[in-house]
């Protein structure tokens, strides 16, 4: 797979919006929804609040959102396909007065300075092809004083859990993405790599001082599943 790591994802997701949810749940052993109900468990707002979901996919992490706060939500992704699934949920949800959608990149957010009381996103950073200046942007739409939280994948801590990670990602998902689809297949190979990658580059000291610099402070995070997933957030000073 050729090109950018944000021309990669767009590609990889785009024939997945319609098994996304049931798949990710049961690939992540029931685990994705309670990862999802914690990263929006960092954000201190309100029904009178506007939090921004970046790469919101199926809308999962915007509908928790009002599920848990009643705030508003702009969901913004760059993936077409993944949005009209994401309207297709909202429909369901009966949610499409507290969430609005959009199509647009983490790159270059088409909102002014100070926008949003709150940011989220789930599984992008590994995504992003230039990670402190896209930091960023996400701290630019943000007023001062709001917060983001951020879910990302990394590499469990400790020979037997990294072992038994290293097993699922390396075997089991490719295996069990060519029984469910050639789509799915597709992202089971891809994810063990990238996810080391990713690991390897940016682990989560590093991350949360690209986070300081990017103009957040109170900076944090929490490894979630035995350390296979990490939340981030901080607020921007």
């Known amino acids: ?12 997701f785009a024939p997945l919006g319609p098994t996304y949810d049931r798949y990710a749940n049961a690939l992540s052993f029931g685990q994705d929804p309670r990862w999802r109900r914690f990263l929006v468990s960092r954000l201190p707002v309100g029904a009178d609040d506007v939090v921004l979901d970046v790469a ?44 609005r959608l959009g199509e647009a990149s983490a790159q270059e957010l088409p909102f002014e300075d100070g926008s949003f009381d709150g940011l989220t ?17 996400l701290a630019r739409v943000l007023r ?11 590499v469990p801590p400790g020979p037997l859990p990294r072992a038994a990670w290293n097993l699922w990602v390396d075997v089991g998902l ?27 580059r940016w682990p989560v000291p590093r991350l949360l001082t690209a986070l300081r610099e990017a103009g957040f402070d109170d900076v944090r995070a929490r490894r979630l599943s035995l350390g296979g997933c ?7 000073a």
């Open 230 to 236: 990490t939340v981030l957030w901080g607020r921007r």
């Open 174 to 200: 490719p295996v069990l993405g060519r029984a469910i689809s050639p789509g799915w297949h597709e992202v089971g190979r891809f994810l063990g790599g990238s996810i080391r990658d990713f690991d390897r």
């Open 56 to 99: 919101t996919g199926t809308a999962a992490v915007a509908l928790e959102l009002v599920r848990q706060t009643g705030c508003s939500v702009v969901g913004v992704d760059q993936s077409p396909e993944m949005l009209d699934e994401a309207r297709r949920r909202l429909l369901l949800a009966a949610e499409t007065k507290r969430v």
């Open 121 to 137: 996103a789930a599984y992008l950073l590994r995504y992003l092809d230039d990670l402190p200046t896209e930091l960023g942007e």
């Open 1 to 12: 797979m050729a090109g950018t790591r944000t021309e990669l994802a767009r590609g990889l």
């Open 144 to 154: 001062p004083g709001a917060t983001a939280a951020l879910l990302d994948f990394g």
